[in-house]
């Protein structure tokens, strides 16, 4: 649950994903034993290497124990949970992704909350944040027995991707112990905090985009999914559309949205692998809040490469290619399968405008960029219409079976003139600045193209 040091337990949510400058933001907090707690707001960000700023320190406020949640079939939502504080955004705070950080009195225990600061003007690059994605993969309240830990199990289980995590980072993979899970539906609540220290399951994928490209200097606006999902996003104020991290998780608007605005001419850029994978629904919460309930319809585990032969079956997940309208339709390569261990990125068509100066040249290896889950290209499936369209990378690994599988990068031009690039791993967004996982020729790669995409070339 909440970060947790001596017997005191903080946590809490927002109610939206989303707000714009001189609008509110409801935060929900529960703190058991009750005591006082700060609220310290920051962004992220490049700030000299800092990776957040903090932007507001919040008054102290008393904290209260909250009733538990509440459980309907397997859904667990808080929205019964009194209002802890109101953050009125002032007008001259930058559009970003934030965090708001709880500490209890005495200092020893602390949560987080993410929210995102948004506006409408027109921008070079639109970020979209992979919220909901980000809430099918909460477990709150973990491994309390409820059953809401595993709401998404069915489709979880299915994806066989976990949460995105790389290998050595902190947390549990959440299919681990999943194997006698079926289930006919899923539907999770954003009313809810999310497990452990607060930020959502492969957060730091997104926060890794964010740094480096504003270390850089692009010119970026944000969003979050459930915008894209809202209608709240209009494709043609920007060059391109980001998609940072982890995002497996669709509605038909979104996806509506998505084509729309490759249609218009605006490119997008899908820096992880498994986008676009499961269909999901949206639903008011009990209260009538638009847009707070998710829903994906799943059953027994396929592998991604199972065949249209399984179509009509009782219990079949609500899958995009199982509907006929597979992701490569959109993306140029979709979901292969997991990636046991990492494996070297193979370059392919070095001599492509992408690769330039980059130091690469064809068939060198940039290890360990292949890592918990790939795309490629699957030939049996339709390609979306293209101008030109270029393989850029082809990386050879093992799948968990040890059957020899292969990992695809891809880059297309629509007739729009708009570029759809799909760097097919989820490995990519760390070597952007992460640590221990850089890479000067992924860094390199990345700018090539949001350059070209916002010379509208």
């Not at 040249?361 to 290209?377: K, Q, S």
């Not at 979306?384 to 880059?411: C, I, K, M, N």
């Not at 007739?415 to 097919?424: E, K, T």
Request: proline share 8%; glycine share 12%.
């Amino acid at each position: 649950m909440g970060a947790q040091q001596g017997h005191c337990r903080i946590e809490g949510f927002s109610s939206t994903g989303g707000v714009a400058p001189g609008e509110a933001i409801d935060f929900h907090v529960t703190v058991d034993p009750p005591q006082e707690f700060r609220v310290d707001v920051h962004r992220v960000g490049h700030y000299d290497g800092r990776g957040a700023a903090r932007i507001m320190s919040g008054p102290r406020l008393a904290g209260i124990a909250q009733p538990p949640p509440l459980t309907a079939d397997r859904t667990v939502s808080c929205h019964h949970w009194w209002l802890s504080w109101r953050l009125a955004v002032p007008s001259d705070w930058s559009v970003g992704a934030y965090v708001a950080v709880l500490t209890t009195a005495d200092g020893r225990n602390r949560a987080r909350i993410p929210f995102t600061v948004r506006d409408h003007r027109p921008a070079d690059l639109l970020l979209v944040l992979p919220d909901i994605t980000w809430q099918l993969h909460n477990r709150y309240p973990k491994d309390d027995g409820t059953g809401g830990a595993r709401a998404a199990d069915g489709i979880l289980h299915q994806c066989g991707d976990g949460d995105g995590r790389l290998p050595g980072e902190a947390g549990t993979d959440p299919l681990s112990d999943l194997a006698s899970h079926s289930h006919s539906a899923a539907t999770v609540s954003f009313d809810r905090p999310y497990a452990g220290a607060g930020l959502p399951p492969s957060a730091g994928h997104a926060y890794d985009v964010i740094r480096w490209a504003e270390r850089y200097g692009y010119d970026l606006a944000y969003a979050d999914a459930g915008d894209l999902h809202a209608g709240r996003v209009d494709p043609t104020r920007y060059r391109g559309l980001l998609f940072p991290g982890p995002d497996a998780y669709w509605s038909r608007a979104m996806r509506g949205t998505a084509e729309h605005a490759r249609e218009y001419g605006t490119s997008l850029v899908f820096l992880s692998a498994r986008t676009m994978y499961g269909q999901v629904e949206l639903a008011p919460s009990p209260s009538g809040v638009p847009d707070r309930l998710l829903t994906c319809r799943s059953g027994r585990r396929r592998g991604p490469d199972r065949g249209a032969q399984d179509r009509g079956a009782p219990g079949r997940a609500a899958l995009w290619r199982e509907a006929d309208r597979a992701e490569q339709q959109l993306i140029g390569v979709q979901y292969a399968g997991r990636v046991p261990e990492p494996h070297p990125l193979i370059v392919r068509n070095a001599g492509h405008w992408l690769w330039e100066a980059t130091g690469a040249f064809e068939g060198d290896a940039i290890e360990g960029l292949v890592a918990v889950g790939a795309d490629r290209y699957f030939p049996r499936t339709p390609l979306p219409e293209h101008e030109e369209r270029v393989l850029l990378a082809h990386s050879p690994y093992t799948d968990g079976a040890g059957a020899g599988r292969h990992q695809e990068t891809s880059l297309y031009r629509a007739p729009s003139g708009a570029w759809v690039f799909a760097s097919g791993t989820l490995a990519w967004p760390p070597a952007l600045g992460r640590p221990g996982r850089t890479d000067p020729r992924v860094q390199r790669a990345t700018a090539n193209l949001l350059d070209r995409i916002c010379k509208n070339d």
